[in-house]
């Protein structure tokens, strides 16, 4: 099932990815199954092979991985949510990637267009029911690249997971 929802969320990626740090470049859209009262899940488990696209430019010193599933394992207990290693109620899974090389098209006053190199990150983020393999939340984050002082993104990232996960 891991390969399978990894490439459900390679399929559903779209390019692109507080405090006083500026995040509003960054959209978050979500959907969820009517049919689904997402109360009643208290138990995930995070899927294997989630994580940062192989490809991604991240800095040598930082685990990115480790850093999101920190933030996504807070926000869910925030919300009553228990992370397990067994049978649990649904499974998280979430692929985060960079392109280094998206353009931004500009239109002046006057008409006149200017395409600019605007680095985009993006992440996925999808909840499935583990009993039926249904997925049951699908959220998604972009925003641009911004060279911040690594804290600033950390707060970027952190306030992305927290709005895909605000309504759980």
Request: hydrophobic share 40%.
């Amino acid at each position: 099932m891991s390969k399978l929802l990894k490439g459900v969320i390679a399929v559903l990626m779209i390019t692109g990815l507080t405090g006083c740090v500026n995040t509003s470049d960054i959209k978050v859209e979500s959907v969820k199954s009517e049919k689904v009262d997402l109360k009643g899940y208290k138990t995930y488990k995070i899927i294997d092979g989630s994580g940062i696209m192989p490809d991604t430019k991240v800095a040598p010193d930082r685990d990115i991985d480790v850093e999101m599933q920190q933030i996504i394992n807070t926000e869910m207990a925030k919300k009553g949510k228990t992370r397990v290693t067994n049978d649990p109620d649904f499974y998280v899974a979430y692929l985060a990637g960079t392109d280094m090389d998206a353009i931004k098209v500009k239109v002046d006053q006057e008409g006149q267009e200017t395409i600019e190199n605007v680095p985009a990150a993006a992440m996925i983020l999808i909840l499935v029911d583990a009993e039926t393999g249904l997925i049951i939340r699908i959220s998604t984050a972009e925003g641009e690249v911004k060279e911040l002082p690594l804290e600033d993104r950390k707060k970027r990232l952190s306030y992305a997971i927290k709005k895909m996960l605000s309504e759980l």
